[in-house]
């Protein structure tokens, strides 16, 4: 199995390449113009496309259009595993053929909102959690996008499949148990993009999606160094690209 791993900086026969963010770092930092105290969580979907989750200051260049993302109480989108996402949403949506999406566990629906500013048809997330549904609506309704984006509060079984993508940024025990469920949501051909785990947990996850005939495309990792974590202890996050 060829698995790529990329990180900050990410290196390719061509050369190095740089994804996850516009002039400026991939990942958020506590340096630099990603995120700060005064200009919050940023992500450039495209060049004249930017996530954000304040409005900036200066007005915005003309052409450009930011997409407002308020989490209110569902999980924050500065998260390391949010930005790995994104990073492969945007490499398969540049690829074309991607007509539907769904979004299981959606959150404040940052992936739901990225798919369809980039033009994905259909559009819907779901969760269990009354109130990841309301920050969805509202964040589709404030960006003009509450008629591209479906939200359906409960479980996934609902659905009817299949979908072109799947993506689903769960922690990893919900990743263990959700596995039939995934798949069964991704058309034959279709592929998924899953996070929410360290890189220390991937070997039994991927067994069950190899059992399936499933098989990683393309891995992103973000590492976390630290002098003080316990020997076997990591916090590197990985996301797939599952075809």
């Known amino acids: 199995m060829d698995l790529r791993i990329m990180q900050i900086r990410y290196n390719t026969p061509n050369g190095v390449l740089t994804l996850g963010g516009h002039g400026g770092p991939p990942y958020p930092c506590s340096r630099g113009p990603m995120k700060n105290q005064f200009s919050g969580w940023s992500y450039h979907l495209s060049p004249r496309l930017l ?123 919900v990743q263990l148990d959700q596995v039939p469920e995934l798949h069964r949501l991704a058309a034959a051909d279709g592929r998924l993009i899953l996070s929410g785990f360290r890189d220390n947990q991937e070997s039994p996850l991927l067994e069950r999606y190899e059992r399936l005939g499933r098989s990683v495309k393309q891995r992103l990792i973000k590492y976390f160094q630290h002098p003080e974590l316990p020997p076997g202890l990591s916090f590197n996050w990985v996301a797939w690209l599952l075809a």
């Open 51 to 173: 996530l954000r989750t304040r409005r900036p200051h200066q007005a915005e260049a003309a052409g450009e259009r930011v997409i407002l993302v308020q989490s209110g109480e569902a999980f924050p989108p500065g998260h390391p595993t949010t930005r790995l996402c994104l990073d492969l949403l945007r490499q398969v949506l540049a690829g074309g053929s991607v007509s539907s999406l769904v979004d299981v566990g959606c959150g404040a629906g940052v992936l739901s909102l990225a798919a369809a500013a980039l033009g994905v048809d259909r559009v819907l997330g779901v969760d269990i959690a009354p109130r990841a549904v309301r920050a969805t609506r509202e964040n589709a309704r404030r960006n003009g996008l509450a008629g591209a984006i479906g939200v359906v509060q409960g479980s996934s079984d609902c659905l009817k499949a299949p979908f072109d993508l799947v993506a689903a940024n769960l922690p990893w025990e």
